[in-house]
C-alpha cells in the first residue's frame, strides 16, 4: 500500500499478485496540464495510460487502513 501522492488523491493497493521489479516507460499527461492542453487528442489520462500501455486497470474501493494521528507536537528542551 502507499500513500496518496502527486498524481492521485488516494492510497493505491497493489493487487496485481506480481513479484519482483519492472522498468517500464507510461506515457501521459497529468491532470493540471490537460486543461490547458493545446491539442486534446494527444493527451492521455493516467487512468487511461495505464490501462492501454500497461494493461492495468485502477479500481475505487473502501478498505480500512492503519492511519497515524498526532495530536500535538511539542519541541524539544534546549539541553
Do not use: C
Not at 11 to 26: H, N, Y
Not at 54 to 62: F, H, I, K, M
Amino acid at each position: 500500500m502507499t500513500r496518496p501522492g502527486t498524481f492521485t488523491d488516494r492510497v493505491l493497493v497493489d493487487r496485481t499478485g506480481l513479484a519482483g521489479e519492472f522498468d517500464w516507460d507510461l506515457q501521459w499527461t497529468p491532470d493540471a496540464l490537460t486543461a490547458d492542453a493545446t491539442n486534446p487528442a494527444t493527451t492521455v489520462s493516467l487512468v487511461t495510460a495505464l490501462r492501454e500501455q500497461l494493461g492495468l486497470r485502477l479500481e475505487a474501493r473502501r478498505e480500512e487502513s492503519d492511519v497515524l494521528v498526532i495530536d500535538r507536537a511539542v519541541p524539544p528542551d534546549p539541553d
